[in-house]
C-alpha cells in the first residue's frame, strides 16, 4: 500500500547525531528525548490541546535532534516551541502566555520532585508578569520556533498514523476486538517518545504497534512466510521488530538516580554541566 513520503534521518545522522557528537551518552539522549515528548504531552494535556497538534509536536521535536545538539538547545524549550508551532500548523493556535504559564508549572513541579522537599506536596507558585521570568521563557519559546523551522528547512510535513491504523485493522478484521485497537492506539502514542517517526514510514510503525498488540493479546494472525500478514503493507520484518524494540524500551525500569538526572538536565546550561562533571568525549567523526 502507498503512503505518503515525508522526510527520514539520513544514516549518517542516525549514526551520530548531534548529541552524541558533543559526548551525550546515547542512552542519556534517549531518555531526554522522551522526558521532552512527555513534557509536550503533559503541556497538551493542560492547555487541552487536539491530540493532533500534540502528535505533530512530538515528531517535529524528535525530528530536530537529528539536526541539533542538546548542548546547544535545551528540551524544554524546544519541546515549548515544538507545540506552539504544532498548534498553528494543525490549526488550533495556542496563546503564547498560556503555553508559558504551563511550562513553568511543568518545570517548576520536575524542580520540586528531585529537590530536598521531593516528599512534601507540590505547590505552584505563579511568575509575575513584570519579572524576568515571564519574558525569558517567552523569548526561548520564539527563539525556539525559529530555530526548528529554520534547522528543518521550513520542511515540518507531519503524517499522523492513526487513520492508517484504523485501515490496516479493518483489512485483518480486528476492528470488532475493542481491545486491539485501544491497545495499538496506545502503543503509536508512546511510540511518539522514540525517534521511529523521524526514522521509518507510517505503516512501518503502524506493523510494529499491532504486532505488540496481537502478540500481548494473543490473537492469531499468519506469520509464517511466505504469508506474513505485514507483507501486506509493504513492511520489512526487520523495520517492524526494530521499531518494537524502540517500544519496548520505553518502559525499561530506570534506576531513582537515572530519573533525577533527566529531571535535572531540562536546560542547556544544566546539560553542559553535566558535560563538564563527567568530562564527556565527543565523538570523533
Known sequence: MASTLYPLASLAQIEKTPSRA??????????????????IHQAGILLKQKQVAVAAAQILFQRFWYVSSMKQFGVGDVGMGALYLASKL??????????????????????????????????YYPMSYFGSTFYDLK?????????ILKRLGFNVH????????I???QVL???????????????????????????????TIVCAAILLTVRHLQI?????????????????WEDVWSVCGHIIRLYRRRTPEETQRVFGMVTKKEVRKWLEENAQIPESS
Open 220 to 236: 492469531p494472525l499468519p506469520s509464517t512466510p511466505p504469508v506474513c500478514w505485514w507483507e501486506l503493507f509493504d513492511a520489512y
Open 139 to 147: 523569548d526561548a519559546l520564539v527563539l525556539a520556533e525559529m530555530q
Open 158 to 165: 507531519v503524517v499522523l498514523p492513526y487513520g492508517t491504523l
Open 22 to 39: 558533543d559526548g551525550i551518552p546515547g542512552d542519556l539522549e534517549e531518555d531526554l528525548r522522551a522526558y521532552g515528548c512527555k513534557l
Open 90 to 123: 494543525e490549526e488550533c493556535p495556542l496563546r503564547m502566555r498560556d503555553l508559558v504559564n504551563v511550562y513553568d508549572l511543568l518545570l517548576q513541579r520536575a524542580t520540586h520532585s528531585q529537590g530536598t522537599k521531593a516528599d512534601q506536596d507540590f505547590h
Open 173 to 203: 478484521g480486528l476492528t470488532s476486538r475493542s481491545d486491539a485497537c485501544t491497545r495499538a492506539w496506545g502503543y503509536l502514542n508512546d511510540a511518539h517518545q522514540t525517534p521511529v517517526y523521524a526514522l521509518y514510514q507510517i505503516p
Open 167 to 169: 485501515n490496516y485493522l
